[in-house]
């Protein structure tokens, strides 16, 4: 199972948007609606930001979304602040039962 | 209030055998629908998601690793047990435990991880 393929890094400057993609294939992504998002700080553990595509848990900013098309998830970060630097991830179910993770991006808020 | 730990050796050998445990709080195994997953990553590197125990005791595991890993459970303890076998230079990471949304496949709790170093 090959990992989901976001882009190594983005940038953005305070107050902007900026939108991560996560592109999978027809047996993972394209296929089911279990896909979710984890924000990670330096040395910490993984956040749950959004689960099965677009459903932000509660306590999570509303400037976190979620959306998905075809083979290819997005996370949207609107209003961008100093502390949303931090790496991203995203993962999926898959067909073979599996849990798959991308391969992470680096978010710098400039 | 949910929480997770993850325990075991911080150094192992190369050729032995890797066992960790979560110990975790506010919930139980043997509610319908719950799972634990076992999730690694290596310094610098990208997560990857090693294996799941479900309530009802059924097992899932990375299809790349199946051979080398066993998750078991224990609810009258509150705790799961992942082994891994044979371990490599390549399989040092941080290891995390964490819950699975109810009957889903994201993680709403993590514990704070757990970082394992292989030796040769």
């Known amino acids: 199972q090959s990992a989901l393929t976001q882009p190594a890094s983005v940038s953005g400057s305070p107050g902007q948007s900026i939108t991560i993609s996560c592109t999978g294939t027809?047996?993972?992504?394209?296929?089911?609606?279990?896909v979710s998002w984890y924000q990670q700080h330096p040395g910490k553990a993984p956040k749950l930001l959004i689960y099965?595509?677009?459903y932000r848990p509660s306590g999570v900013s509303n400037r976190f979304s979620g959306s998905k098309s075809g083979n290819t998830a997005s996370l949207t970060i609107s209003g961008l602040q100093a502390e949303d630097e931090a790496d991203y991830y995203c993962?999926?179910?898959?067909?073979?039962?599996?849990?798959?993770f991308g391969g992470g991006t680096r978010l710098t808020v400039l | 209030q949910v929480t997770l730990k993850e325990s075991g050796p911080a150094l192992v050998k190369a050729t032995q055998s890797l066992t960790l445990t979560c110990t975790f709080s506010g919930f139980s195994l043997n509610t319908v629908g719950l799972r634990v997953s076992w999730i690694r990553q290596p310094p610098g590197k990208a997560l990857e998601w090693l294996a799941r125990i479900d309530w009802d005791d059924d097992k899932f595991y990375n299809t790349s690793l199946k051979t080398r890993l066993t998750i078991s459970k224990d609810t009258s303890k509150n705790q799961v047990v992942l082994t891994m076998t044979n371990m490599d230079p390549v399989d040092t990471a941080t290891y995390y435990c964490?819950?699975?949304?109810?009957?889903?496949?994201?993680?709403?709790?993590w514990g704070q991880g757990t970082l394992v170093t292989v030796s040769s």
């Open positions: 964490a819950r699975n949304g109810y009957a889903s496949y994201y993680f709403d709790y």
């Open positions: 099965d595509v677009t």
């Open positions: 993962s999926s179910y898959t067909s073979s039962s599996n849990l798959v």
């Open positions: 027809s047996s993972d992504i394209g296929t089911y609606n279990y």
